[in-house]
C-alpha cells in the first residue's frame, strides 16, 4: 500500500507527542485528586481517567468529524467523517501533510479528552456519576467539536478571520475555564464551603501531577507543529521557559502576600505558565514566552485571591487558572507573536499589527461566552431530568463511598 508522502520522523514525533498528551489526562486527575478531602479521591482521579475511554469512543465515532470533517458554513464540520470514514493512513493536506491522517485523529483526540477533564476541578467533591459521564459526552459534542472546527478546522469561521491558537488556548482552556466558572455559579457551593478541613488531603500527589502535566504538556505544544522541525522545537522552549517564570512569580507573589511559599503555589504556577503559553507556544520567542508566563503566575494568584472575596466555589480553581490564563495568553498572542518564529502566523501589537490583538480579542469573546452559555444550559437539563447533585447526606460520606462503594486509602 502507498501511502503517499508519509515522513517517517514526522509520524514518529506525533505519535509520541499523542501518548505524552494522553498521560496528562491522568496525571490532570492526580493533579485534582491530591487538592480534594480522602472521602473524594477516587471520585475525583476517576472524573478524569473517565474522559479517555467516554472521549475516545465519541471522537472516532462523531467527534472528530464534526471538528475536523467538511465545512458546514464556517460553523461545524459534516458527518462525512462517521465512524472515521474516509479518514484513512494517507496525509490530508488541509490538516498535516507529512503524516497519515489518523495519526493527526488521534492526536486530536487527545486534546478532546482533557479539556472536559479539565471542568471537573470546579464541581468536585459534589456532582452525581452518571451526571458527570452524561455532561461529558454532551460538552465534547456541542461545545468542544464546535469550538475546534471555528479555530482549527479547515474553513472554520475564526481560523478564516486569522486567530491564531497554536495549542488550544481557545479551544482547551479559555473554553473549559468558563464552562468551570458556568459549573460553579450553576451547582453552587460545597456545603462545608467557607469552613476548615477543606485542605488539599494529599500535596505530594498534586506535586506529582503537575509533573506530569508538564511533562506532558512537551507533547501538548511542541506536537501541534505536527511536525519534527524548528518549529516544535521553538514551541518545546517557549513552553518550558513560561512554565518556570510563572513557576517562580506565584511562588514570590505567594511569599510576598502570605509570607510563605507553598508546594502548592508552585504546582499551580507551573500550571497557569504552561496554559498561558499554550495558545502562543508557536509563535513567540523565548523572551517573550518568560513574559507571558511571569504575568500569568501573577495574574492566576491574583485570580484565585479575588475567588475568595466573591464567594463562589470552584473548587480546584479551574477558572482561576485555565480562564484567566487562557485569556491571558490568547490576548498575549497577539501582542507578542511575530512571523520570524513561524511565516505561517501573523506579527503582534508588539510587531507593528495591533489588529491581531482585535481578532484575538474577538475569538476569547466568541469562544468564552459559547462554551458558558452551552454549559449553563447542559447543567440545567442534566438537572432537569437526572439531578446534578449529590444528596447533602452522600456529600457528607464522600464520592467515594456513596458513589463507588470504594475507599482511596485503607488504612
Not at 103 to 114: H, L
Not at 179 to 208: C, P, W
Not at 331 to 355: D, M, Q
Request: aromatic share 12%; hydrophobic share 55%.
Amino acid at each position: 500500500m502507498d501511502h503517499g508522502n508519509v515522513n517517517a520522523g514526522d509520524t514518529a514525533f506525533v505519535l509520541l507527542s499523542t501518548a505524552l498528551v494522553m498521560l496528562m489526562t491522568p496525571g490532570l486527575g492526580l493533579f485534582y485528586g491530591g487538592m480534594v478531602r480522602r472521602k473524594n479521591v477516587i471520585g475525583t482521579i476517576l472524573q478524569s481517567l473517565m474522559a479517555v475511554p467516554l472521549i475516545g469512543i465519541q471522537w472516532v465515532l462523531w467527534g472528530y468529524s464534526l471538528a475536523f470533517g467538511p465545512d458546514i458554513k464556517g460553523f461545524i464540520g459534516s458527518l462525512d467523517w462517521f465512524g472515521l470514514t474516509g479518514v484513512g493512513l494517507e496525509p490530508n493536506a488541509d490538516y498535516a501533510a507529512t503524516i497519515p491522517h489518523q495519526a493527526f485523529m488521534i492526536y486530536q483526540a487527545m486534546f478532546a479528552v482533557i479539556t472536559p477533564a479539565l471542568i471537573t476541578g470546579a464541581f468536585a467533591e459534589r456532582i452525581k456519576f452518571k451526571s458527570f459521564l452524561v455532561f461529558s459526552v454532551l460538552w465534547a459534542t456541542f461545545v468542544y467539536d464546535i469550538l475546534a472546527h471555528w479555530v482549527w478546522g479547515a474553513g472554520g469561521w475564526l481560523k478564516n478571520m486569522g486567530a491564531l491558537d497554536f495549542a488550544g488556548g481557545n479551544v482547551v482552556h479559555i473554553s473549559s475555564g468558563l464552562s468551570a466558572l458556568a459549573a460553579a455559579l450553576f451547582i453552587g457551593k460545597r456545603k462545608d464551603y467557607g469552613q476548615e478541613g477543606l485542605q488539599a488531603h494529599n500535596v505530594t500527589m498534586t506535586l506529582l501531577g503537575a509533573g506530569l502535566l508538564w511533562f506532558g504538556w512537551f507533547g501538548f505544544n511542541a506536537g501541534s507543529a505536527l511536525s519534527a522541525n524548528g518549529l516544535s522545537t521553538a514551541a518545546f522552549v517557549t513552553t518550558n521557559t513560561a512554565a518556570a517564570a510563572a513557576t517562580i512569580s506565584w511562588l514570590f507573589a505567594e511569599w510576598w502576600r502570605q509570607g510563605k511559599p507553598t508546594a502548592l503555589g508552585a504546582a499551580s504556577g507551573a500550571v497557569a505558565g504552561l496554559v498561558a503559553i499554550t495558545p502562543a507556544a508557536g509563535f513567540v520567542t523565548p523572551l517573550s514566552a518568560l513574559a507571558i508566563g511571569a504575568i500569568a503566575g501573577i495574574l492566576c494568584y491574583g485570580a484565585i485571591r479575588v475567588k475568595a472575596k466573591l464567594g463562589y466555589d470552584d473548587s480546584l480553581d479551574a477558572f482561576g487558572i485555565h480562564g484567566i490564563g487562557g485569556i491571558w495568553g490568547a490576548l498575549a498572542t497577539g501582542l507578542f507573536a511575530t512571523k520570524t518564529i513561524n511565516a505561517n502566523g501573523a506579527n503582534g501589537l508588539f510587531y507593528g499589527n495591533p489588529h491581531q490583538l482585535y481578532v484575538q480579542a474577538v475569538s476569547v469573546l466568541a469562544c468564552g461566552a459559547f462554551a458558558f452559555i452551552m454549559s449553563w444550559m447542559m447543567f440545567k437539563a442534566i438537572d432537569a431530568v437526572i439531578g446534578l447533585r449529590v444528596g447533602e447526606e452522600e456529600e457528607e460520606i464522600g464520592l467515594d463511598l456513596t458513589q463507588h462503594g470504594e475507599a482511596g486509602y485503607s488504612l
